[in-house]
């Protein structure tokens, strides 16, 4: 018989899993650091949107407080850089270790699978233009797709969106790989150039053992987890893991469980610890690990959420850019915030707590929003009293 988990413990072996129970650095984060996060999560996902902070500057900043930006800008541009930027879960910095592991996605994509279909359709019709585009990196890289932008080749005049559409197509290739970023504008150059010699040397394993392997890191990263949380984790395809799965039960790498509540079997990855309380403190970015998969953050944490910013002004429940804000094991808030940088403000638009919110979630919300207030380098936080939980927040705020 499986063994039965209850919701609470499977929650405390789930933010343990992505690094919520480990202490917080006593000093400025390092490297050292940032390696225990991404041992955690496995993943940063990449997002453009700045209304607070890009997305993928936050899973740091949730699990080890307040840190130079440098530090993840730095390790994705030196050549002793810690990470590559790759299609996982979406667009992701990765471990640079993980390399390897997704040479097969983009040997796929070379043959026009494991891309965007438009692209592939595209990439089809337009390989003399790839050639070029490619032979163009192999020249002058590091460059921008802005940098092709009017630039005359065999067929002609080039927009801005053929040459992107190249860029991307060999991009997801793995022909070329990001270098560097200016803004959030990538600067792409060939993969010799850019990785570690050291990775680059790296065996390059079959497509079943790359599989078995990536689901190894999401089931770490997950600590308890269903076959789709699994398998959703590096974006893989049902036929390329069911079996894999299957192997790492019989191996005794995943244990069957069953989860109270859940309506599918789960698996608890054998070394996953259960904390017997989680004391985390964290507003989480919309495209943090542990709420990135909606139905699975629903499950744990039956806290229902989604990105509001492509709904009308007028139809949003909650607000343009909100925050899931964790409070020991539970998320108890959310918070509709805005980073003003020219005027040096950190902008509250509302906030509401969720069902059976502790009393003191305003007075834990606004000592966060200080220190993420003092993170970013802004001057003072002013709070508009929208929501249920905005009055308390802004009687704090004023106090």
């Not at 202490?23 to 041992?39: E, K, M, N, Q, T």
């Not at 940063?44 to 949730?62: F, N, T």
């Not at 080749?153 to 190249?166: I, Y």
């Not at 469980?257 to 698996?267: H, M, R, S, T």
Request: proline share 6%.
């Amino acid at each position: 018989m499986k063994e039965k988990i209850s919701l609470a413990m499977a929650r405390r072996i789930a933010l343990g899993s992505q690094g919520f129970n480990d202490p917080r650095p006593g000093g400025v984060p390092d490297r050292r650091h940032l390696a225990r996060v991404l041992s955690r999560t496995g993943l940063l996902q990449i997002d453009s949107v700045s209304a607070v902070v890009r997305a993928h500057y936050m899973p740091l900043y949730s699990r080890l407080g307040p840190y130079p930006l440098s530090l993840l800008d730095n390790a994705a541009v030196t050549r002793k850089r810690a990470v590559f930027e790759y299609w996982a879960h979406e667009a992701s910095f990765l471990p640079v270790e993980t390399y390897p592991l997704l040479r097969w996605r983009m040997q796929r994509a070379e043959q026009g699978d494991e891309m965007y279909l438009g692209l592939a359709k595209w990439g089809r019709e337009r390989k003399e233009m790839i050639d070029e585009i490619y032979r163009e990196v192999a020249d002058r890289g590091p460059i921008a797709a802005s940098d092709i932008e009017g630039h005359k080749g065999n067929g002609g005049w080039w927009g801005w969106s053929e040459a992107k559409h190249a860029f991307e197509w060999l991009f997801w290739a793995g022909r070329i790989t990001t270098a560097y970023r200016r803004g959030f504008e990538r600067y792409y150059d060939l993969p010799e150039r850019v990785l570690p010699q050291a990775v680059l040397d790296l065996p390059v394993p079959s497509v079943e053992d790359a599989h078995r392997e990536l689901l190894r890191i999401s089931a770490r990263a997950h600590g308890i987890a269903t076959y789709g949380d699994l398998r959703d984790y590096f974006r893989l395809a049902p036929g390329d893991t069911k079996d894999r799965i299957e192997e790492l039960v019989e191996a005794g790498e995943l244990l069957p469980v069953k989860v109270e509540g859940w309506d599918k079997p789960a698996y608890l990855h054998k070394d996953a610890r259960i904390p017997r309380r989680i004391e985390a403190r964290a507003l989480l970015a919309p495209f943090d690990p542990v709420v990135f998969e909606r139905t699975r953050t629903e499950k744990l944490f039956n806290f229902r959420y989604r990105i509001e910013i492509y709904t009308p002004a007028e139809k949003r429940q909650y607000g343009y850019y909100v925050l899931p804000f964790l409070l020991g094991d539970r998320i108890v808030a959310r918070v509709d915030l805005r980073a003003d940088r020219p005027a040096g403000i950190l902008r509250v638009y509302a906030a509401y707590g969720e069902a059976g919110a502790p009393a003191e979630t305003a007075a834990q919300l606004f000592d966060e929003l200080k220190q993420m207030q003092g993170w970013l380098d802004l001057e003072a936080i002013e709070v508009t009293p929208a929501g249920d939980l905005g009055p308390a927040l802004a009687d704090i705020a004023v106090s």
